[in-house]
Structures are given as structure tokens and as C-alpha cells.
């Protein structure tokens, strides 16, 4: 099919106004416009079959993405404290790629984006391995999932729900009486200077500046996380996804040969709620179901696919001398 030409500089400015790109508001007419044949989707079968079922009727695919420059923070060499800028960086990211999704879903009049993917990786950081300091990092951030028609979620006009949970998930909030309210998330980048100061090198023993930099970065991010669920209205955050990297960076000074310490938490997570008004419906659990694994006495060795043609003759050996110490034990 023919496309149009695109305005780019039009595009570009569509973006810079915090809008969609052109091209993308082409696709989405096609495939969720009123003479659209198909739709595509990244749901597996059985979460299309089960978002259907909990009365989510898929519309299109839909993403959205940022690609970030940090640039150059001030001096931080000599102190242990999160790098707000490229936490706020990472976060602002983030939210840049949330917001084309919501656009793109908005577009196609969907009242939320299920089972999103996220992807986020650095494309160049800094050339002295310290990641901003010198303004060479670069961020790029990537958010893919499904519009879905379901007039039981609860949003304001045009702001559909962005939740990461799958098709099953939701089957399983729905039939209880509870909705997604809102797409949590969350980053801290923490830096511990001269980890290894004064710490003697008889003996093993731990790293207390990088244990408790571990534990600050997660309280940080945890605080900020909770914070985002209550102003979305979450009784409950579900499904986090919690990733803790520590990594040791040079310090950066004039040959100090003592080494920093640089610790990132991402947090994701989705709010939910009661539906308003609504009561826990009354749905069936599925029947028990057991294992074809043979019951009552061992029926003697078991060969695997894989074993060989010896192996075959020791277990029949094995195998014929059991059945003859039966029978000597029967009398038979």
C-alpha cells in the first residue's frame, strides 16, 4: 500500500510539541480506522484469548520511545549521594516513551494499553566510564503493548490506563473487582566514592558503604514509587519488577587508584483498585488436575530417550533379575 510523503520538518515539530510523529498517526488510521482488516498485537494466544474474557477487545499495537541525551552534570567526585540528574534523566526518559504510548492509544480511542514491553539500554556513555560526567550519555527507551477497548476500566476522557499486566492478569483483577489504575516506575542512580577506603585488606569482611548504598538507592526509589501510587489512586502496587545493578567505576581523579562505587535501582510496577461500585464476581475454579505419573509400586527402572543400546541390555538384565527374586520370594 502507497503512503503519502510525509512532512518531515512538520513531524519534528509534532514531536517537539510533545506530540506524536507524523508516520505513526498514518499507521494507526490504518490499522484502527473505520476501514481497518486487521489489527496487529503483541499478545501471546492465550492472552488475546483471556484479555477477551475479561471483556478487553484489542484495537492495535501501539509504542512509543525516547532516545536521551544526559549531558553534563556538575562535579560529584568526593561525595556519596544520588546523581539526581541522571536518576531524573533515566525518569524523564521514561516518561517521554509512556506519554507518544498513551498518545498513540488515545488516537485510536482505546481505554488502555495492556501487557506492555519496556526496553531500556544505553547507547554511548561517558569516556571515562563515570556514565554523564563528561556528557557522553545517551539513553534510549522503548515501550510497546496492545490498545484495548474496556469500558469497565475507569480513566478521565482521553488518559487510557498503561499497565504491563497480561492478558491473564487481567482476567483475574476483572473477576474479582479489581482495575489497573496506572503504570508505575522508577530509577535511582546512587554513587558511593572511594568504596574500598579504609578497609583493610587482612581477612574478608564487608563492604558497608556499598551494602548501605544498595539500601539507600532501593529506599529512594521505593519512597518515589509509592508516592506515584497514591496520586494514581492505587490501593495495591502488583507485579514490580525490581533490578539492582552495582557496577565499580574509576574515580576519575588524577590518577586516584581507589575506585567508586555506582549503584542503580529500576522499579516497575502496576496500581490497581477496587472497580468503583462494583462487587467481586463469582467465577468458577478450575477441577484439580493430576500428573499422568503412574501410581502404587515401582515399575522398575526408566529409560530415557537418550541411552544407549547398552543401557537398554543392563536395564532389561536388571529388570529380569527382579521379576526372578519375586518369584523365588513367591514360591512360584
Request: charged share 25%; hydrophobic share 40%; glycine share 10%.
Amino acid at each position: 500500500m502507497a503512503h503519502a510523503p510525509i512532512d518531515l520538518k512538520a513531524s519534528l515539530r509534532a514531536v517537539e510539541q510533545g506530540g506524536i510523529p507524523l508516520r505513526a498517526k498514518q499507521r494507526l488510521a490504518e490499522e484502527a480506522g473505520d476501514d481497518r482488516k486487521l489489527f496487529t498485537s503483541d499478545l501471546s494466544v492465550s492472552e488475546f484469548l483471556l484479555t477477551r474474557r475479561a471483556n478487553c477487545e484489542p484495537i492495535s499495537q501501539v509504542m512509543g520511545s525516547s532516545i536521551f541525551h544526559v549531558g553534563q552534570i556538575p562535579d560529584y567526585k568526593g561525595k556519596t549521594s544520588e546523581i539526581t540528574i541522571i536518576s531524573d534523566a533515566h525518569r524523564t526518559s521514561r516518561q517521554l516513551a509512556l506519554s507518544r504510548l498513551a498518545q498513540e492509544a488515545a488516537l485510536v480511542g482505546a481505554d488502555a494499553v495492556v501487557g506492555v514491553h519496556l526496553k531500556d539500554r544505553m547507547v554511548t556513555m561517558g569516556s571515562r566510564g563515570k556514565g554523564g560526567d563528561d556528557g557522553g550519555e545517551v539513553l534510549e527507551f522503548t515501550v510497546v503493548g496492545t490498545a484495548v477497548k474496556a469500558p469497565w476500566m475507569s480513566h478521565a476522557p482521553g488518559k487510557p490506563i498503561i499497565t504491563d499486566l497480561s492478558g491473564q492478569d487481567l482476567w483475574v483483577l476483572e473477576q474479582d473487582g479489581f482495575e489497573p489504575c496506572g503504570f508505575l516506575f522508577e530509577f535511582c542512580r546512587y554513587h558511593v566514592w572511594h568504596v574500598t577506603k579504609g578497609v583493610s585488606t587482612q581477612g574478608a569482611q564487608e563492604l558497608r558503604q556499598a551494602s548501605d548504598a544498595v539500601e539507600q538507592a532501593r529506599r529512594i526509589a521505593s519512597t518515589r514509587l509509592l508516592a506515584q501510587a497514591a496520586a494514581h489512586g492505587a490501593e495495591y502496587v502488583i507485579g514490580s519488577d525490581v533490578e539492582i545493578s552495582v557496577k565499580e567505576v574509576p574515580c576519575g581523579y588524577g590518577g586516584c587508584e581507589l575506585d567508586d562505587l555506582d549503584v542503580d535501582v529500576s522499579w516497575f510496577g502496576t496500581g490497581v483498585r477496587r472497580i468503583p461500585g462494583d462487587k467481586p464476581h463469582q467465577h468458577q475454579t478450575p477441577n484439580l488436575i493430576l500428573s499422568m505419573m503412574p501410581l502404587g509400586r515401582s515399575r522398575g527402572p526408566t529409560i530415557d530417550a537418550e541411552d544407549d543400546s547398552r543401557d537398554v541390555e543392563i536395564a532389561a538384565e536388571e529388570a529380569e533379575e527382579a521379576a526372578l527374586e519375586r518369584d523365588e520370594a513367591t514360591g512360584e
